[in-house]
């Protein structure tokens, strides 16, 4: 279910996602909140991460199909960003970022001899890592262009899920 955010927490509760600088906020897909918030040079625009995972789904050898299930998984969530202010003269545009992918299991997937786990891999946007025979997802990276009246902004995200915490 989408819809508005329930209440938020004080601004100066430590778990809070809330600020007075946000302007707008919405769950755009279950588990996913897009916020908008006021800054020095404009707006700045702010995803709270998807939990997203194929632990124990798939073998290695099926890290294909882990990607591929991944990717479906997300399709709602995009189309729904993509549409979600059209009425509103604000254009979204989200692609997979398979560089930044790359970048990201570069800088986080452990290599060399004696690492507790396989190799990593980009599967388009999507990193895969091998755990025990089994394929792990650990991250999506995204790029989202915000295009308005007044310009276009470009943005890369890179999601981690549940094996990359």
């Known amino acids: 279910m989408t819809g508005d ?7 100066d509760d430590p778990d809070a996602w809330y600020a007075s600088d ?6 755009v897909h279950a588990d996913v909140v897009a916020t908008i918030r006021e800054t020095q040079t404009g707006f700045g625009y702010e995803i709270r991460e998807p ?17 591929d299930g991944v990717n479906r998984s997300l399709e709602p969530f995009v189309r ?3 549409q979600s202010r059209l009425e509103a003269g604000v254009v979204y545009e989200v692609a997979q970022n398979g560089s930044a992918a790359t970048t990201w299991a570069g800088r986080n997937c452990p ?10 891999e980009t599967r388009g946007g999507v990193v895969v890592q091998e755990r025990a025979g089994e394929t792990d997802v650990l991250a999506v990276a995204f790029d989202v262009r915000v295009t308005t009246d007044d310009g276009t902004t470009d943005v890369t995200f890179v999601f981690r899920g549940v094996g990359g915490r």
């Not at 997203?52 to 990607?67: H, I, M, V």
């Not at 290599?111 to 990593?120: A, K, M, T, W």
Request: overall charge neutral.
């Open 22 to 27: 946000v302007r707008a906020q919405s769950e």
């Open 51 to 67: 939990v997203f995972g194929a632990r124990g789904e798939y073998t290695w050898s099926q890290r294909a199909f882990a990607a």
């Open 111 to 120: 290599s060399g001899p004696n690492r507790e786990f396989g190799p990593c």
């Open 80 to 82: 729904q960003v993509e």
């Open 5 to 11: 955010v329930p209440a938020p927490l004080p601004p």
